[in-house]
């Protein structure tokens, strides 16, 4: 049986990926967490594997004596999740959200695992260190967000990518599609948090009000599919049953549809190239009846051209916007910023971003802590 690693498995893509795991009989060799004692708890003496770790320390230390009958060794901080992405499991499935995501996914590809991703983050912080570490060791990245699998689906049998003649991503449009600048200026957390279409982690139920998840997903296509910013569009589609698309060179345009459930694009993440049966229902086009196509308001939405401006400058640009967004979001989910002032502080950051071409790990690093101080000392006094 295929090996498997899930890095965050006490979320939304975790727990979800999982359960097609468990479908799929694959054996778990290691599961991560940041705090959620019990939850893991509960995972690690179902699962078994061989490895779990916390990356808040203390909570850690209880969890080590709550399995302590298990034969689950308990590691402690991101060394620990470190360790068990770096396990060699076949594959890594790294559905951390955030920044914290980022030394685990290149521990999992040293070691030579296959990545499924769903950390998107990764990738538009450090795309150029990620896909050439995994490049120089032989390593797939295969994607689990939805629209990107979508992409890798509709790439199957297509012979060059130099035939790729433009990605059309879709978008949901969140919850606030369709109001005007007065409306979106006084929107609450509550209804932020209330996604049309999708049941998901309080982080990118948020990015997809903003609309900077389709930001940091047009980011993300540029480096999973190797094709240029400009080559990326994006539509709005309400009712997310069309996940993805690709226009050839000849103008024929492929697309991948199914209900919106993420268990779809995991399960060919895990399994690729192979296709199972699924629990996901099937898709029943009476059903839905009409599908709806329409532009996105870039200036009520700034984030997606933001986005789309820090990867054409290319650098730490990237990783800054991202970073500055990760705050941002977090205040806003404390409830110590408006909704508008979210994409204020990542346009802000973005703009004074270090220009330089190369960069390390720790250069990504340091900006992100250097941006979430400042954003935090700017904010809350
Ligand atoms: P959740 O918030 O539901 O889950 C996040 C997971 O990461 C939890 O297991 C959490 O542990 C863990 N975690 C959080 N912070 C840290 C940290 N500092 N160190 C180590 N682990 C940490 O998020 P989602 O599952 O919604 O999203 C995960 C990723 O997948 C994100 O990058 C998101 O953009 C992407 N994605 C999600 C989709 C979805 O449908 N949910 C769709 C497409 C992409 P704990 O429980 O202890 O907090
Ligand atoms: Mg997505």
Redesign the pocket.
């Known amino acids: 049986m295929p090996k498997l690693s899930v890095?965050?498995?006490?979320?939304?893509?975790?727990?979800?990926a999982l359960e097609v795991s468990k479908l799929r009989g694959f054996e778990i060799c290691a599961l991560?967490?940041?705090?959620?004692?019990e939850?893991?708890e509960r995972q690690i003496r179902e699962y078994r594997p061989r490895l779990a770790?916390?990356?808040?320390e203390k909570?850690a230390a209880g969890l080590k004596i709550r399995v302590k009958d298990t034969g689950t060794r308990v590691l402690s901080g991101?060394d620990g999740?470190c360790e068990c992405a770096g396990c060699e499991a076949d594959t890594v499935l790294?559905?951390?959200?955030?920044?914290?995501?980022l030394r685990?996914t290149l521990a999992a590809i040293e070691a030579g695992s296959e990545i499924a991703l769903?950390?998107?983050?990764?990738l538009v912080a450090a795309g150029e260190l990620v896909t050439s570490a995994a490049k120089e060791k032989g390593v797939r990245i295969l994607p689990?967000?939805?629209?990107h699998s979508a992409i890798f689906q509709s790439l199957q049998g297509c012979a060059d990518h130099s035939e790729i003649k433009r990605i059309i991503l879709t978008a949901s449009g969140g919850p606030f599609f369709g109001m005007n600048g007065d409306e979106l200026s006084r929107v609450t957390l509550a209804q932020a948090l209330k996604h049309p279409n999708?049941?998901?982690?309080?982080?990118?139920?948020v990015?997809s009000a903003t609309m900077m998840?389709k930001g940091?997903e047009l980011i993300e296509a540029v480096w999973l599919f190797g094709v240029s910013p400009s080559q990326v569009d994006i539509v709005i589609h309400r009712q997310s049953v069309v996940h993805s698309l690709v226009e050839y060179s000849d103008n024929s345009v492929i697309a991948q549809l199914g209900v919106p459930d993420?268990r779809i694009?995991i399960q060919y993440a895990l399994t690729y190239p192979h296709r199972y049966p699924s629990p996901v229902r099937q898709l029943n086009l009476e059903e839905w009846g009409k599908l709806t196509f329409e532009s996105p308001d870039y200036d009520l939405f700034p984030c997606i051209n933001i986005c789309r401006g820090a990867i054409e400058k290319g650098g730490l640009y990237p990783a800054a916007a991202n970073s500055a967004n990760e705050a941002a979001n977090e205040l806003f989910r404390q409830g110590k910023i408006g909704f508008l002032d979210i994409a204020g502080l990542v346009e802000a950051e973005t703009e004074q971003a270090p220009a330089v071409s190369g960069y390390t790990i720790d250069d990504v690093l340091l900006l992100d802590e250097c941006i979430r101080r400042r954003i935090f000392n700017k904010v809350v006094r």
């Open positions: 890095l965050g498995s006490t979320g939304s893509i975790g727990t979800q991560t967490a940041n705090s959620s004692v939850a893991l770790a916390l990356a808040d909570k991101i999740v790294n559905s951390i959200v955030g920044m914290a995501g685990p769903a950390n998107k983050e990764t689990v967000d939805s629209e999708w049941s998901m982690g309080a982080k990118i139920t990015d998840n940091l993420m694009p």
